[in-house]
């Protein structure tokens, strides 16, 4: 029965709207009902349109030519023409057939044989285009069940087709004589398969497998790390992950050399729904260096261990820890683990509310230095910060009241404990011409219980002695604003003066020196109440702080920046080291430039400058620039030695680095940092190129490190990385 757009025919319980949808449902009449109906009890009715669809009711089947589009459930079929046979429920689909999946594959083809619901069936000349963008292609594929399909004469890659040449051969293709893809278990299984890089055959084997595209996370071989470096000869690493449930994996790399024996490192993450833990470690048994890199001939145990953790209880409330180990100074170097000098863990509670701060956390360090005193490393047990700030003005300013406490011990050396309370009030007013005045009051209160002084620091002039400190501070700090448009630029020039009092002499000899041992003037600290880190030391007595800030900003976003200021102490006595800019009345003079024309471009210089000698002790000068396809930067540091500071000696760095990208898929940098002090050299150089496009990824390094440290001498690293996305 020929059917017309204009007709609407219904006959034996079947639906016909012709030339434009028909609904199978069942059939009644001539035909049982229980074998009309696609087989099974759960079967879904069948939606399908065309321009034209013709009926047989002796041979049960329809006929559908034109733009034919049949949907079942999720799954739709295209096809130029389509005969169903409604009682053995088979489809027949010819010319440009195209299968879309309810998982996201498309399947095409020109003659397509499905039955059981698109469930069974034949497939020839079959391209797959799967749901993760991979490309599976067969001379025959034959449809087992719902979920395994066998493919005969099959090639599978990840790589994209090119636009302008589809049929060129892709960068990486596996060929196999079958591949089995179950759906359920959700495999890809190859028999007699052929691994080829651009058309040419590199690897063979009679079977392998890997995780179906549509998996993002299972268990197996992740791309191995090929290298070689003058320390442990040629390395191979061959990472394995292992999923633990859905929140939670391992991932172990065994690590092979030839200069030394294997390493096994190994890393376990679980997520929580409240935060995250980490833990990871590594560990070799082999022979033993002495600080002049000979072996002794002894086995030695060598290992790390290192966790993490942070978790969110509520709004307010988090903790968490972060602990490190290794088994001996130089073994995180070696191994290329880590670069750290000093190992610290820790472990911390802390709530944050509208008016409160809480923290109570403790430390443990270990110095990784040849003259790193073991003995003499600190642990922190504990220290508690508390904040309170009301949110109720007080005399137009807002108050904060804080306390800190703080134990401090070591195993051969000072011990120290220390209380402090303060109460802090400030303030900010315009008047009509536009000064901004910031008026403070401070009291701070600090007690200090300290033992065993004179094994650490034999200047000391008692071994245990209980001392304190009061600290009233006062200050004020005038600034005036100014403005005006320019053509296409916003100008702005504020001169700044400040007045801080406070009496002098507040470090008395008996209070150690803990945290506040780095200390120098700078454009950042330059309006600071305390220019002292931490609470051991003071920045006491009386002084004048003055200062410019000024910039220019247009419309396109470029700008520049200017500060310089200077500070001038009114007591005579010093409370800073020499080397830190404010050993004298008059302090060093300190500024900052930035000129960004652009978000491309931008050059940032700080200095320090002694106004007595017109001598620069410190600078930095830093340029990052660049176009789209190449970025680079340059900077250079050269600091005074601060006596007694953490770093005493002099800095003369410049370190170069350049990024450049050639194309959509390839990249390259190159870096070098080099001492250029009198006797100084390069500190580092490295380099290398990667390649990364949807089924490629590919990486080479090189690494030189030009310093030695007892086992570790100058050391020249070689990494290759190469990963076929998609295979795993």
Known sequence: MATRPTKRVK?????????????????AGDVPAQTASPQGTN????????????????????????????????RVLFANSVIYNQETDTVIATGDVVLREPSGDVVFSNRVELRDGFKRGIIREMKIRLANRARLSARQAVRVNEHTTRLNTAVYTRCEACPDAPEETPIWQVKAHKVTRDEKALDVEYEDATLEFFGVPVFYTPYF???DPTVERRSGFLAPIFGSSTKLGMELTTPYFITVGDDADITLSPRFTSAERAVLEGEYRQQFQTGRWEISGSSTYVNERDLSNRRTGANVFRGHFSTTGDFRQNRAWSWGFNGNWTSDDTYLKRYRISGADTLESDVFLQAISDQNYFNVSSFAFRGLKVNDDPGQSPVILPNIDYEWSPNVAVGGGRVTV???????????????RRLSVSTNWQARATDQIGLVYEPSVSLRGDAYWVSDAQKTDINARQNDSVTGRILPTAAVKVSWPLARRAGKTSQTIEPIAQIVASPGGGNPADIPNEYSQSVEISDVNLFAINRFAGFDRVDSGSRV??????????????FSEFLIGQSWRINQDSPFPVGSGLEDRLSDIVGRVTIAPSEQFAYNFRFRLDPERFQIDRQEHEFTGGIDWLRASISYVELEPVLNGIAAGSTNELALRADVKFSDHWSAFAAHRRDLSKGGGGLRAEGGIAYLDECLDFSLGISRDFT?????????????RLRLIGLG
């Open 11 to 27: 006959k034996h319980g079947l639906c016909l709207i012709t030339g434009a949808t028909l609904l199978i449902t069942g059939w």
């Open 209 to 211: 497998s890997h995780p």
């Open 545 to 558: 702080t003055y200062g410019l800030r000024a910039g220019i900003y247009g419309d396109g976003g470029g």
């Open 402 to 416: 804080g306390a800190h406490a703080l134990s401090l011990i070591r195993t051969q050396g000072r011990d120290t």
């Open 43 to 74: 079967a879904r009715p069948i939606e399908l349109v065309a321009d034209d669809v013709i009926y047989h009711s002796q041979q049960k089947q329809v006929h559908a030519n034109g733009n034919v589009e049949i949907v079942q459930g999720e």
């Open 708 to 720: 030695n440290d007892r086992d570790i001498d100058n050391n020249l690293s070689i990494l290759f």
